[in-house]
């Protein structure tokens, strides 16, 4: 039975909100803050002062930007570079200094710890912390002063990593840059952003950070970081009114922060092994179902090992990126779900490290967005006693406990995610019940066939049709049936 078309005007993004707000109470996740947390956070009257920390650095004269989506307001870190002789290259990100507000035990950190990542759903989004604190005093705006952890590391002239330090420091904000367009001036197509250009010298020193990004990235994949490419689509309002599904893509912007936070990453970690001091790392393990991924490289003609290698499965996809783009998201796709899915560790000094797979590193966390995911909150406490020489803030039990509880969550996280991005798919298609559409069937199984569409980020399942098609074939669809409540999609194939 089709599913009645609903009005126009009532196709809104409030019908996904209502959607978000259920999604979030039936798994456990608050929608909103306590009232406690409220009454703490009416007493934060402004921002940290950088000037109060004897030992804070004073980098503010330094070209720091921050690099984020169009629409962030929650700036969690700031990237500079600096050339330096025999060709070494300097890159350094500065960090939100979070917990200078935010306190362990405190209500604001109760809350946080509920949640443990904001959550960004298609038409709500659920911050970690009040927006007077993500937003505002301990979000690193435009031509604010903050304070911050700041990573410091140098590079050789091929992009390894030579030297890394982690201290406490004052900085400023120089320009507020976004992925797209800065991207589009990387790639030659656009002028320099207008932000960038205001700024004397910024412009070459993001070409710096792109140089010194491009060797890194090169290097992780050449010692067998994988190249997984999802397809994830972001919905597009006007005027409330869902009107379209975009494709999130990488490019060169994103990853200039995706391979600094990386490599920030794994020197906090070994900063705090390197003082005795625990870690919460974020682990990939080598794969229970890598059989499973040596019959799909079998399948296309290539031979895996028969134990887990990252850089023979990095050789791998790389190869059937190039053979077949158009397939090779699904293809990707298929790879995570059976690498597993990332898990927060505790890990006592001097244990052998789990490592993250995907990353095909040895130590690795989460630091670099503490507005974002309360993981990120907990190292910079850790990092903060260890560059201060204080006792560790956390026991070994409540380290375990609440990396089980971020693993948790996080989890309950991203279902709330992905429903609500399902719902607003089958909000923008309840109007074009009956219409036909290229699509790409991306499973096949016996509780039912699925089918991606070509032209538009949404995939659905098969109803009728599915005798005799397989994964990878192009087939013609009907939309016969959507649910927006649960998001549902339902096709038919036709042709």
């Known amino acids: 039975m089709k599913a009645a078309a609903r009005e126009p005007e009532i196709r809104n993004k409030s019908i996904l909100q209502d959607i978000a707000k259920r999604a979030m109470l039936q798994r456990g996740l608050r929608p909103e803050f306590s009232s406690e947390c409220n009454s703490e956070l009416d007493r934060i009257q402004a921002p940290a002062k950088p000037d109060s920390v004897a030992n804070a650095r004073d980098l503010r004269h330094m070209l720091w930007a921050s690099i984020d989506n169009d629409d962030s307001e929650d700036l969690d870190q700031l990237t500079v570079a600096e050339s330096l002789p025999q060709g070494k290259i300097r890159i350094m990100v500065a960090i939100a200094d979070v917990d200078s507000l935010v306190k362990k035990n405190s209500a604001i950190d109760r809350d946080a710890q509920a949640n443990t990542t ?49 201290y406490r420091a004052a900085v400023r904000n120089h320009a507020k840059l976004a992925y797209n367009s800065l991207a589009a001036w990387l790639e030659g197509e656009t002028e ?12 070459e020193n993001i070409l710096l950070q792109d140089k010194a990004a491009q060797m890194m990235k090169s290097l ?13 689509a972001k919905a597009v309002f006007q005027e409330d009114l869902i009107s379209d599904l975009v494709v999130e893509e990488t490019n ?29 790392r974020r682990v990939v393990r080598v794969p229970r179902r890598w059989d499973r991924i040596v019959e799909i490289a079998a399948a296309h003609a290539f031979r895996l090992p028969k134990s887990p290698s990252p850089r023979k499965l990095e050789i791998f996809l790389t190869m059937m990126k190039k053979a077949d783009p158009l397939r090779f998201p699904d293809l990707s796709l298929a790879v995570i779900k059976l690498l597993g899915n990332g898990e927060y560790v505790a890990e006592k ?4 490290a789990q490592g993250h797979f995907g990353l095909a590193v040895k130590d690795y966390a989460h630091s670099t967005a503490p507005n974002r995911r309360y993981p990120d909150l907990i190292t910079q406490r850790l990092l903060k006693a260890a560059i201060e020489g204080r006792p560790v803030p956390y026991s070994q039990d409540e380290l375990e406990r609440l990396a089980d509880s971020c693993t948790r969550k996080e989890d309950l ?28 069937v991306t499973g096949a199984a016996e509780k039912g066939t699925w089918v991606r569409l070509l032209d538009i980020p949404v995939e659905g399942m098969l109803k009728a049709g599915s005798k005799g098609v397989d994964v990878g074939d192009e087939i013609e669809v009907e939309l016969i049936s959507v649910d927006v409540e649960q998001g549902f999609i339902d096709f038919k194939r036709v042709g």
């Open 252 to 280: 060169r912007a994103k990853q200039i922060i995706e391979d600094f936070m990386i490599a920030a990453n794994g020197v906090t970690v070994r900063f705090l092994g390197a003082r005795g001091i625990p870690s919460l």
């Open 192 to 203: 320099i952003p207008a932000a960038a250009a205001a700024v004397e010298g910024l412009a």
């Open 349 to 352: 000094p001097g244990e052998e």
């Open 220 to 232: 992780r994949h050449q010692e067998g970081a994988l190249s997984l490419e999802t397809i994830e």
């Open 413 to 440: 996280a991203v279902k709330v995610e992905r429903q609500v991005g399902k719902s607003a798919a089958a909000l923008l298609l309840e109007s074009r019940i009956g219409e036909r559409f290229s699509a790409m």
């Open 118 to 166: 904001s959550i960004y759903t298609a038409a709500r989004i659920f911050p970690m912390l009040p927006l007077k604190l993500s937003t505002d005093y301990t979000s690193l705006n435009l031509n604010q002063d903050r304070l911050a952890v700041v990573v410091d590391m140098t590079l050789d002239p091929e992009g390894r990593l030579l030297d890394s330090d982690v």
